[in-house]
């Protein structure tokens, strides 16, 4: 059964870079068929998609946060990465990773982290 | 963008319940809804506009193509207390603003 953990600070401060790390067990990282995502929502809010990256790398964003962001992966470790830059209260979510299955035009969600809260504030 | 409506809603138990998106252009067929409880990770219900998921309950059902889409609900039960998203990804990924579903 595939699994998904994330981790990270809980608390960041304001105009510093959010870090978290999403760790995959239970089934390969490098499946042609997937991508891994991370999605967040803030409190009383509704979920945001930030962006996907795929085993080789390669990334896509939303774009209201595309010039905050970077995804990496590495497949050694079974680990992929979400860095938000300069970050203010507005940031402060649940984040989650997830697992994007995509099989011609089939495409979704199928498995998700458990979700981390992190709060942006002095 | 997927205009979603209602933002919430309260039916009663047995009650037929339907969620609208509306997306701003053409996304073919390619929708997902996603059904969120308090607590819980969201949980795929169905894909590709109308195919439903793994072990979902047959009383949901979703259609529609192009710019239109409709859930449903056909007789609420308590346990379906949640909040309902679609989800484009025919141009990169957005979520619909959520629909928050509860009991009268």
Known sequence: QLQLQESGPGLVKPSET???TCTVSGD?????SYYWGWIRQPPGKGLEWIGNIYYNGGAYYTPSLKSRVTIAIDTSKRQFSLDLISVTAADTAIYYCARWFALGGTKYFDYWGQGT???VSS | QMAQSPSSLSASVGDRVTITC???QDINNFLNWYQHKPGKVPKLLIYDASRLGTEVPSRFSASGSGR??????S???AEDIATYYCQQYASLLTFGGGTKVGIK
């Not at chain 1, 390969?28 to 042609?32: A, R």
């Not at chain 2, 239109?68 to 609900?73: G, K, N, Q, W, Y």
């Open chain 2, 75 to 77: 007789s609420l039960q």
């Open chain 2, 22 to 24: 509306q997306a701003s």
């Open chain 1, 117 to 119: 809260l992190v709060t």
């Open chain 1, 28 to 32: 390969s990282i490098s499946g042609s």
């Open chain 2, 68 to 73: 239109h889409f409709t859930f449903t609900i």
């Open chain 1, 18 to 20: 959010l870090s978290l």
